[in-house]
RNA sequence: GGACGCUUAGCUCAGUUGGGAGAGCAUCGCCCUUACAAGGCGAGGGUCACUGGUUCAAGUCCAGUAGCGUCCACCA
């Protein structure tokens, strides 16, 4: 092996050997385990977030396959309505066109070629990460048998009457020229102003002021409103307005929504550009002029002057044309919540237009039983709370959008414009008995991207057909998601699938954090700050990262900023970490936080660990390839060392099972982490030395040894493997030939081996205890040469005093280790009423290390060292003795805590003791 | 306006039912000891945001304050 881990020399032939040999697919025996990929879209590219969360994933996956689990990995992508078509159209932009110059179908087909072109991409990068997903079984949410789901849950929900089209005010997009849902829209707080504008009444006997922020909509409103207990107003309530510019008659009327407080007390409403005047409207019985075309310009609705203008302009002109009529009272700067469309940025405009909606009312009742009930389960529970708020204040679903690419409305239109649904042309005339001279057209809007996402649990399953996959697999496991989709589409999955199977869609939902950058900033290409997945795994040169999140910019002058920051956080670029390391680091951050600041260090971190985990292999590799493990037969004896090690493993094993019980990766990865480094590489693997390098063991104690190393490397390296996959296979290969798992003939990998089990009979508290023991010795004397500046490499004298019969009797079982490990040349016993010479010390228990200190040892550093030890031990002793003596916690607290705290004190105090003696030797001298 | 979250070592974060403050990185000292210098050994470092309460005992429970953050709703 090579003396330094190299991850770009294993990973990819390693997952090509895997996805080759079918080690992805479910097994069909065992208990059902499945998650569901979210599916990415299908034109993007991994980000951290991906990285995160499939890591996750593919641990669970690579865990539950060891388990023996009929494990499935669904995989597949969305085609992502609006983000794919804006990519697509910006493309054309930049050639000079538009889709319009190519027409519906033309452009359809622009975005398959973009599809095929760059749809490999997402899941290339995936197999970098090493997701062990079912590739065989990959969807695309515009597959045939998607899209005929699609079709069906339409048209049953619109069967049912679920699915209703009306004319409503919509959040309109006037760039994507689309409906969106609320959930599309973002509300910014901006600085605005508002007008105060004076309304004058009709018969001439006065006037009203109004505020409003938005003035170009006057020309559409149909009332004025007032608060019906509003003294000042009380008079006018009836009466009306002329609206000036238009000269149209508009009522004052009273309504309890009105603020008397704020603003004049004055409202104007405009019932089509205004989702509370819409409400308004509809109690009043008042008109609705809709006054924007689809881009938001004035339309033929008002007075010529205006029409044609954009919105903007025209609240320029009409507040301008206000004041020339002395109708504007004034300006105040005002901060109001400005909606802007998610995708474009565009201030959304509430737009009077027909649009197809889901009655979600019937649907959500179910799916927030499912969580009330603890069928369903969040992870963290606290988010169950988010989702009751919403899902308790549900509105109707507005599905249909004006764009081209996704899923065409199954409903045709005749020439009357009467609506007919149905699964296809030939249905709807059978249903509705239409005859063939009835011309009948296609609705041209498609349905919502998050309407197909909907029905993911099921639908990649096979439905609507019966299929065994439905059985098994519909719910899922768990589902790994992050929050910021819990209303687009984990409400939605539930809803659809218990209204569609009955069922719910899985039983978990692990809500994972937010990747940010290492400042806390949320990583987007606007800010410069956004690291790829892939440049971690294989490493980027600066130039190459600086051009990287310079190019394509929306904002190109952020550049120099971002190109300035980049350059000093990367002066080197970023090395290669390997795939391992990286989703180590991705599990070791997945606590419970919200928000996940992700640090190169760890990385680094975590590289240094695959490094770690790569020489241990090499050492044990060393001793074990060309030497006799104890596999084919053979005595076996089984040092105090080896047997600690295998108490240890069990320790770790069930400590990692229960933390992937609770989705909790960070401790999982943690408790691996400090088993392999801290407890096999610093401590098992140097107390095998002596065994392995000395004369005086016989063969059945190396043998032991040599059995014991390559066993537990083996099953360590399984019990590693859902975290690392490529690093642990590829020892594996090395490893598993010579331990008692054998490998079987042909090829096999450690991703279809089963997950290590433990064994009671290798717990062993005693032996822990033991070498518990042997780490205080020998910690001790290392103390002592560490802070006297005792040269490792000289040979020390330790003699021991108050000896009892238990450490004589560790003594005996350990002497070899601690003199290796200690570097001693000698431990002596000192007898009763023998004088110790002059020495340093350390404390075992009641036991004291003697190390003479003739030659060695400066007598000042040795007294501070023992007065900072004394130090301690006081503290402890006052602690220990001011809760004892506190009669209230010898009264009420629990007996075990005050023996402990007993214990605590006689320990303390006797260390003091000796402390003292020994301060007082040492001053004598 | 409503809901939720965060504040612990220089940095990034753990801290399970209340019972002696932890890790990684960084820092300091010593070591090229035949698995590993991407390493070994040793060490230093915290008023657990603040105030009060409950309790024998609070980082942990309760109330409040300050700061930061997220989501939902929204007054023209």
């Known amino acids: 092996m090579e003396k330094t881990f190299e991850p770009q020399s294993i990973e990819q032939q390693c997952y090509e050997k895997w996805e080759a040999a079918g080690y992805f697919k479910p097994t069909g025996h065992g208990d059902p385990y499945c998650i569901l990929l979210p599916p990415p879209n299908v034109t993007g590219s991994l980000h951290m977030g991906h990285g995160f969360q499939q890591t996750i994933m593919d641990a669970l996956t690579r865990y539950h396959r060891m388990k023996g689990d009929n494990t499935l990995w669904q995989v597949g992508t969305d085609h992502a309505g609006i983000a794919t078509q804006m990519v697509v159209e910006r493309r054309l932009n930049a050639e000079g066109k538009t889709r319009h110059d190519l027409g519906r179908e033309a452009f359809i087909d622009k975005i398959w070629e973009w599809k095929e072109e760059s749809g490999g991409t997402i899941t290339r990068q995936m197999r970098r990460l090493g997701t062990s997903t079912d590739w065989d079984r990959e969807v695309f949410t515009m597959d045939d048998n998607l899209s005929k789901a699609v079709t069906e849950v339409f048209v049953r929900l619109h069967d049912e009457g679920l699915i209703y089209r009306g004319k409503r005010l919509v959040n309109w997009d006037p760039v ?9 829209v973002l509300n910014e707080e901006e600085a605005g102003h508002m007008w105060h504008m004076r309304y004058p009444l009709a018969d001439g006997s006065g006037e009203l002021v109004v505020a409003t922020t938005r003035p170009e909509t006057m020309l559409g409103d149909t009332a004025v409103a007032v608060h019906p207990d509003d003294e000042r107003y009380q008079a006018f309530i009836g ?19 009105v603020d008397p407080e704020f603003g004049t007390g004055c409202v104007k409403i405009t019932p089509a550009h205004d989702f509370n005047d819409y409400d308004m409207g509809k109690r009043h019985s008042l008109p609705m002029i809709n006054l924007f075309t689809d881009d938001a ?21 009409i507040v301008a044309d206000l004041d020339a009529e002395g109708l504007l009272v004034k300006v105040v700067d005002h901060k109001l919540k400005v909606p802007r469309g998610d995708r474009t940025g565009a201030v959304i405009e509430p737009y009077l237009t027909d649009q197809w909606y889901v009655a979600v009312e019937s649907l959500a009742k179910p799916a927030v039983e499912a969580v009330e009930s603890g069928e369903i389960r969040f992870i963290p529970e606290n988010w169950n709370k988010t989702y009751y708020q919403w899902m308790n204040n549900i ?27 149905g ?81 719910i869609p899985f039983k978990d939902i692990y809500i994972t954090g937010l990747i940010r950058d290492e400042n806390g900033d949320k990583m987007s290409k606007s800010k410069g700050n956004v690291l790829d997945p892939i440049d971690l795994i294989d490493g980027i040169d600066l130039e190459s990262l600086v051009s990287k999140r310079t190019s394509g910019m929306m904002q190109p002058q952020l550049a120099k900023k971002i190109e300035k920051n980049t350059r000093k956080q990367f002066a080197d670029g970023i090395n290669a970490y390997g795939t391992d390391a990286l989703r180590f680091t991705f599990a070791a951050m997945a606590s419970t936080s919200r928000d996940i600041n992700f640090d190169m260090s760890r990385v680094e971190g975590y590289r240094n660990f695959c490094n770690k985990i790569w020489n241990a292999s090499r050492f044990v590799l060393m001793n074990t390839e060309t030497e006799d493990t104890g596999r084919d037969g053979g005595e076996l004896v089984l040092s105090l060392a080896d047997q600690w090690i295998w108490a240890q493993f069990q320790k770790t094993l069930k400590e990692f099972e229960s933390a992937l019980a609770d989705y909790r990766f960070d401790i999982a990865a943690q408790t691996v982490y400090e088993f392999t480094w801290n407890q096999f590489c610093d401590w098992y693997l140097e107390l095998t030395k002596p065994v392995l390098n000395s004369d005086a063991s016989t063969d059945a104690e190396k043998r032991g040894t040599r059995h014991t190393l390559i066993n537990v490397l083996e099953q360590l390296l399984r019990l590693l493997h859902p975290l690392m996959p490529f690093i642990t296979d590829t020892i594996w290969q090395r490893v598993a030939p010579l331990s008692d798992a054998g490998v079987k003939e042909g090829e096999t990998s450690i991703m279809i081996q089963s997950f290590p089990e433990v064994k009671a009979e290798r717990e062993n508290d005693k032996v822990l205890a033991d070498i518990e023991w042997l780490k205080r ?50 431990i002596t016993t000192l007898k009763a009423g023998e004088q110790a010479p002059a020495s340093a010390t350390a404390l075992v228990g009641e036991m004291e290390i003697l190390i003479p200190m003739a030659g060695l040892i400066d007598k000042d550093a040795e007294l501070a060292r023992i007065a900072k030890a004394m130090g301690k031990a006081e503290q402890d002793v006052a602690r220990a003795n001011g809760k004892l003596s506190n009669e209230k916690f010898v009264n009420s607290a629990p007996e075990a805590v005050i023996a402990k705290e007993r214990s605590k004190l006689e320990e303390a105090e006797t260390a003091l003791a000796k402390l003292k003696e020994q301060h007082a030797t040492i001053s004598a001298l």
């Open 176 to 184: 994507l020229h689309t409906a969106v849902s609320d959930l599309e």
């Open 239 to 257: 009466k009306d307005i002329r609206l000036p510019i238009t000269g149209r008659l508009i009522p004052i009327i009273a309504d309890d929504y």
């Open 297 to 317: 310009k004035i339309n033929n609705e008002a007075p010529e002057a205006y029409r044609g203008l954009d919105r903007f302009d025209a609240r320029k002109q």
């Open 395 to 421: 509105q109707d679903w507005c599905i249909s959008r004006q764009l081209w690419w996704g899923h065409r409305i199954p409903a045709w239109y005749d020439n009357e414009g009467n609506v007919f649904v």
């Open 423 to 503: 699964r296809d042309e030939a249905e709807v005339r059978s249903r509705y008995k239409l005859e063939e001279a009835v011309e009948l057209k296609q609705d041209n809007d498609v349905l919502d991207t998050w309407f197909s996402s909907a029905l993911w649990p099921f639908a990649t399953m096979g439905w609507p057909e019966e299929t065994p996959e439905l059985d098994t697999f519909v719910p899922s496991s768990v589902l790994v998601t992050g929050f910021d989709i819990i209303f687009f589409w984990v409400a939605r999955m539930i809803m659809m699938t218990k209204k569609f199977t009955g069922k």
């Open 777 to 826: 010795f020998i910690i001790g004397i290392r103390n002592i040469r560490g802070e006297m500046d005792i040269s490792p490499n000289k040979p020390l004298n330790a003699i021991l005093r108050n000896v009892s019969e238990q450490d004589q009797e560790r003594l005996d079982l350990a002497a070899p280790f601690i003199d290796k490990l200690a570097k001693l040349e000698s």
